[in-house]
């Protein structure tokens, strides 16, 4: 025997079946959720869009395109800055490397191991993840406060 | 036979490689449904606009960042989905930001309405939707995506599903609680309309 609160889901899906519709029929309760769907469906659904709404998105791509190349730019100086950063830590590296002691080594014995070919989604060290996993690790638009994906 | 239209997924791929058709084909695309998701939480068309603009930037900018980490093939990159779920947060920032709808905006009143109803009735109406737009964006997280995606984006529960990664039936539990929780709160909001959510 289904419970209230599957007729109340069956009737979300607009699924009106003679079984729902027998159940309905006897069930106070559920006429009640029935008319307080209704109810907030209505009150929430917005008026079709105005003519000055459709208007808005007339030019809509050269804008957005506009905007995503704003917002290149600092990512490309950002990125510039990082590569320089790099470089320097390079150099900084290589400098200390030529004029360290170097310490005198003796090989005894040479022992031979299997080579390993790195994947090449392994070159870059970072784990392959499903499309979802990649999204709400790196990209969730600016999340409310004490909100988690 | 005419060629089959590219996917999403496909075409998001060919901007990042520097196809610019590809991004306007996407916008395109998708302009109307991410229009309809954010203008309950805007109060002018042009700040609904300019929701709209900043959800498919930020789409783009997570394609960007994630397509070299995905196992799939970049054209497996779920662009609607991603674009959806951020115009849905974005607008439910918007009301965080800038602490609005105490009182509903005139201005998207005069600009909205039918030429017919009366001053009062347009009013009246502003007010509840007024109300009604605190109520949806105090829902908790999830049931609010699921709610604006239904009743506002206008899919189905399947397709709700998909988008949120979730199964269906969850989808259509977090609706249905969404419809007795806002049934409680704007009752209350009605009772007292300057309280705050």
Request: proline fraction near 7%; aromatic fraction near 6%; include cysteine.
């Amino acid at each position: 025997m289904k419970t209230c609160e599957e007729y109340e889901l069956a009737l979300l899906g607009g699924q009106r079946t003679a079984d729902v519709n027998d159940h309905l029929a006897g069930c106070p309760a559920c006429q009640a959720f029935e008319r307080d769907l209704g109810l907030v469906v209505a009150r929430s659904s917005l008026p079709a869009p105005t003519d000055a709404e459709r208007a808005a998105l007339e030019g809509l791509v050269e804008s957005t395109w506009s905007e995503w190349q704003r917002s290149a730019r600092p990512r490309r100086s950002w990125v510039g800055y990082a590569a320089a950063a790099g470089s320097g830590a390079l150099l900084a590296t290589a400098g200390f490397w030529t004029t360290r002691p170097v310490r005198e080594v003796v090989v005894e014995r040479v022992v031979e191991r299997p080579v390993v070919v790195a994947s090449a989604a392994g070159a870059e060290n970072e784990p392959n993840l499903t499309a979802d996993e990649v999204f709400f690790e790196v990209m969730w638009p600016d999340l409310p406060e004490g909100e988690t994906p | 036979m005419p060629a089959q239209p590219r996917t999403d997924g496909a075409l998001c791929a060919a901007f990042l490689t520097g196809d610019k058709d590809a991004f306007g084909e996407l916008v395109r695309r998708h302009q109307e449904q991410v229009f309809r998701l954010v203008r309950r939480y805007a109060s002018t068309p042009d700040e609904a606009r300019e929701l709209t603009q900043r959800a498919f930037v930020q789409a783009f900018e997570a394609a960007r960042r994630t397509m070299p980490r995905l196992v799939a093939s970049p054209g497996d990159v779920p662009f609607r989905a991603w674009l959806l779920r951020i115009a849905v947060n974005l607008g439910k920032n918007q009301v965080r930001d800038e602490g609005r709808w105490k009182r509903a905006p005139l201005g998207a009143v005069d600009e909205r309405s039918s030429p017919t109803p009366s001053a009062h009735e347009q009013l009246e109406r502003a007010q509840a939707e007024a109300l009604t737009r605190r109520a949806v964006s105090a829902l908790p997280r999830r049931q609010r995506e699921v709610f604006t995606l239904r009743i506002d984006g206008g899919l189905p529960f399947a397709e709700i599903a998909s988008t949120l990664g979730i199964s269906e039936g969850n989808a259509k539990s977090h609706f249905h609680y969404a419809v007795k929780r806002l049934r409680d709160e704007v009752s209350a909001l009605a009772r007292d309309p300057g309280g705050t959510p």
